[in-house]
């Protein structure tokens, strides 16, 4: 069975700083997706940066930057220049084939990101 | 275009009472995924519902069911609550096309279930 391991409970950043927050995930798949999804106090869960396995380019999404190290089942997520409102729970993802061509998400356990003024 | 709605928002039961949450995908989506959010947890997959059929199941006890509708609506019904189901349950939609699932989750802003 998959699974993800986010090791680190809560994080803090300096405004304008550059943080990172880490993720393993452990599967015997060879083609999947991974995600970082931010919920914010307002509980709305937000898709952050998406990268595909079979994609040896990292992901990027403005300030959001990923590194993926499929070998190692790493896949960390940078955020650059910090701002107040990137402070909530980060979380990553794994989704994972199911029955019927279907896919399920497995999540890791979250961290909380306080951004310091 | 309206995002995925719940209601309702906040919930509280008593334990062995019966609750049903709502959910509306996002507009041409045609698949729902129920999650249950425990405090200081991530998600937990419940079930999905495609075509009307439940199509995965996570590792959750029959106490949970749901439905989805023609309109992709969908319900999360559970029995005989346990204060342990106190979470916050959330909905998402994707979409298939030629039986390829979108790979981008919506998700909506929840229910939060209280159970005394």
């Known amino acids: 069975a998959q699974t993800v391991t986010q090791s680190q409970p809560e994080m803090s950043v300096q405004e304008a700083e550059t943080v990172t927050l880490s993720c393993t995930y452990d599967t015997s798949e060879s083609d999947y997706y991974l995600f970082w999804y931010k919920q914010p106090p307002s509980r709305q869960m937000i898709l952050v940066i998406r990268?595909?396995?079979?994609?040896?380019q990292n992901a990027t999404e403005n300030r959001f930057s990923v590194n993926f190290q499929k070998a190692a089942k790493s896949f960390s997520l940078k955020i650059s220049d910090s701002q107040l409102g990137d402070a909530a729970m980060y979380f990553c993802a794994y989704r994972t084939r199911g029955v019927s061509g279907t896919y399920k998400y497995i999540f890791g356990t979250g961290t909380r990101l306080k951004v310091l003024a | 275009d309206a995002g995925v709605t719940q209601s309702p928002t906040h919930l509280i039961k008593t334990r062995g009472q019966q609750v049903t949450l709502r959910c509306s995908p996002k507009s041409g989506h045609d698949t729902v995924s129920w999650y249950q959010q425990a405090l200081g947890q991530g998600p937990q997959f419940i079930f999905q519902y495609y075509e009307e059929e439940e199509r995965q199941r996570g590792n959750f006890p029959d106490r949970f069911s749901g439905h989805q509708f023609p309109n992709y609506s969908s319900e999360l019904n559970v029995n005989a609550l346990l204060l342990g189901d106190s979470a916050l349950y959330l909905c998402a939609s994707s979409f298939q096309i030629a039986g390829l699932s979108s790979y981008e989750q919506y998700f909506g802003p929840g229910t939060r279930l209280t159970v005394t």
């Open positions: 990268q595909e396995a079979y994609k040896q």
